[in-house]
């Protein structure tokens, strides 16, 4: 059965967002304690889903055509694909995250906090490049062939460009808390450097296809393993974090000590946001998530402030606990 152009670039996208969809409400779900700004996070999205397309659609066409006149088409696709691709991908997805460490730093408080973003214009990249391969593949193989391709690109390697993007982001999260100028540059340079060469890795071993792609299957799952460990150990120094710089709170009468305990757990705080909601309805929820997440920002700020002595921590520090003592819930 043949399908029209439209159908097919209909299908192509509805194929192509599903799995985007449960990869973002994974990614969201790990947030635990401070969620980033719908805005950004969307803002992120949409970066890498047109203007990073279409910046590295230009350059790597750019910068390939070369490779393709010398060696031919085949030997430079391969080129092209494993030396060009990886480094100009990498480098405007990372730009991203680049900015909100530049205009919007206070978003950045976290390890995690990288990993989210970079994952977010990772996804959004992804979503993208599979619809234009989806049809590309349909167009020269039928439905057959969009069918192992659509597989392959959503499920079996669907977290790549997340996975590379998310060490950029890694890297940029870890050289905005470290404090000596040589640290930071490692972060930046190792970040930026681990999501090419996984790029890199990917894109080499796939086109030789056969064997070589079980290299890259142990490769992309082996570092989505990896970031999830990472993950669990930001997450850890997280809730650490807070019992440590929420507890002064405590002592100085800031905060009730039943919210203390609430906050400082995912599943208390899951739990008291439910209950919260089927007692009180809507409005008494996100005044509670609100608080939680101020409480987070709180222990966050404070963190920061212990590491650089800096003023606009101080300050943000002095806000947040204006708007925990009026939002309080009283609970």
């Known amino acids: 059965m043949a399908l029209s152009t439209t159908q097919i670039f209909l299908l192509s996208t ?19 304690y401070e969620k980033e700004p719908w805005w950004l996070l969307t803002a992120t999205f949409f970066w890498g889903a047109i203007p990073s397309i279409l910046f590295a659609y230009f350059f790597n066409t ?25 480094i100009v991908e990498e480098s405007i997805k990372g730009l991203a995250v680049l900015a909100i460490l530049l205009i919007w730093r206070d978003e950045l408080d976290s390890p995690l906090d990288g990993i989210i973003y970079g994952a977010m214009v990772g996804l959004g990249f992804a979503l993208v490049e599979n619809v234009f391969y989806f049809i590309s593949v349909y ?14 690109r959503s499920i079996v390697f669907g977290l790549n460009h997340a996975l590379f993007s998310s060490m950029t982001g890694l890297g940029i999260a870890l050289a905005r ?15 930026w450097s681990t999501a090419v060469f996984l790029h890199f890795l990917h894109n080499f071993t796939v086109s030789f296809g056969n064997l070589l792609c079980l290299v890259a299957l142990v490769s992309d ?14 997450l850890l120094q997280e809730r650490q974090w807070l019992r440590q ?5 405590v002592t100085l009468g800031h905060l009730a000590n039943t919210h203390y305990l609430t906050v400082c757990s995912g599943r208390r705080r899951i739990r008291a946001q439910l ?12 005044r509670l998530v609100r608080y939680h997440q101020n409480l987070s920002e709180l222990a966050y700020k404070k963190r920061h402030y212990a590491l650089f002595q800096d003023d606009s921590s101080w300050k943000l520090i002095e ?13």
Not at 62 to 86: D, K, N, R, V
Not at 319 to 331: A, E, M, T
């Open 14 to 32: 509805a194929v192509a967002t599903l799995p985007i969809l449960l990869y973002i409400a994974l990614i969201y779900w790990f947030d635990r």
């Open 245 to 249: 710089y929420l507890a002064e709170e």
């Open 177 to 191: 808390m470290a404090t000596q100028p040589l640290v930071k540059a490692a972060a930046l340079i190792g970040g």
């Open 62 to 86: 750019l910068l390939s055509a070369p490779i393709y006149w010398l060696t031919g088409e085949t030997l430079g696709e391969t080129i092209s694909a494993s030396l060009i691709a990886p």
């Open 139 to 152: 167009q020269e193989g039928g439905l057959e062939a969009w069918g192992m391709n659509v597989f392959a």
């Open 221 to 234: 799952w082996g570092g989505v393993l990896l970031t999830l460990l990472i993950i669990v150990w930001a």
């Open 319 to 331: 806000v947040l606990r204006q708007k925990i003592q009026v939002n309080s819930p009283g609970l």
């Open 275 to 286: 209950t919260c909601f089927l007692d009180d309805g809507p409005v008494a929820y996100w």
